[in-house]
Structures are given as C-alpha cells and as structure tokens.
C-alpha cells in the first residue's frame, strides 16, 4: 500500500505541476479541446465537504491527455475527463491529508512556482491573458500550486520515507 501511495503522490505532484505549466503555453500541440463548460465554477464533486470545480478538472486535462497519447491509449473526450477528475480527487485526498497532519505549503516554493509560471507566461500581461483564456483566475492557479505544493511537502517528509 505505501509503495502505491507513493506512486499516486508522485504522479500527482508531476501531474499539478504539469497542469499549472500549461498556464504558461503548452510544451507541445494541444489535446483537442474539451467542450466548453457553462460555468467553470460549477461543482463537479465534493470530496470530504471540499469542492472539486470544473476549472480544476479542466486544468488536468492537457496533462491526463498526453499521458494517455504517451501509453499508446486512445481515450475519448469522456475517459479523459473521467482520468482528470480522478486525478482531482486523488490530490484533493492527498492534500487533505497533509492537512490532517499540520502540514503546509512551502510559501518561498509557490512564489518561485508562480514566478516561472509568470515568466513563462511573458510577464504579468502574458500571464493574464493566459489565464483569461483559460478561464481561469489567479487566485485559482494561486490555488492549484499551493495545493501541488502541500501534496509535494506530504511526499517529502511523511511519504517518501516509506518507500524503498
């Protein structure tokens, strides 16, 4: 079982970084788009009373798709918003756990994240107008690194020493 959490964390802590990358311009050609929500704001799931919002869902899918194109799945649209929203659900549980234990995101590391991000992105006007194509806010992308982070410093002190 810790062999497998580990790998879970470590695929998310890979995955969140990914996604939030994405903010500042994709590595390589984009997943076909997924239809456009109504409301990014909209609650897909709760987990443990925390909401899971379509923008979190939305955010994970570039990174879900190439994945899956990476193993040779062909997936649709569906599996791989199924896939996103696992992997929503799974970092969520991480987090909370890492909560649960008084853990908290390294602040010097999510400032240094969000500056790549912003650098990445051409400045703060780059960045903007990335997240407003998104549909995204930066409180939200704020968020999801913080939230990668809290997974990462989970991994870190509690979780990596289990695994060999």
């Given amino acids: 079982m810790r ?4 790998r879970i964390a470590a695929t998310l802590i ?6 939030t990358a994405v903010v500042a311009g994709p590595q390589e050609p984009p997943a076909p788009a997924a239809p456009a929500p109504v409301d990014p704001q909209s609650v897909v799931l709760t987990v443990n009373g925390e909401p899971i919002y379509m923008w979190q869902v939305n955010l994970m899918m570039p990174q879900v798709a190439a994945t899956m194109r990476q193993q040779g799945i062909q997936a649709n649209q569906q599996q791989m918003a199924q896939a996103a929203l696992q992997q929503a659900v799974q970092a969520r549980l991480l987090a909370q756990e890492a909560t649960r234990r008084e ?7 999510v400032a240094e994240t969000m500056g790549r991000i912003e650098t990445q ?4 006007e ?12 930066l409180d939200q992308l704020r968020s999801t690194v913080e939230e990668a982070d809290l997974v990462q410093e989970l991994v870190e002190t509690d979780l990596a020493t289990d695994i060999e």
């Avoid at 853990?103 to 590391?109: C, F, G, K, T, V």
Wanted: net charge negative.
């Fill in 126 to 137: 780059g960045l903007a107008s990335n997240l407003s194509q998104a549909g995204l806010t």
């Fill in 3 to 6: 062999h497998h959490t580990g």
């Fill in 103 to 109: 853990l908290s995101a390294d602040a010097d590391r």
């Fill in 121 to 124: 992105s051409g400045g703060a």
């Fill in 14 to 19: 890979l995955t969140l970084m990914t996604a």
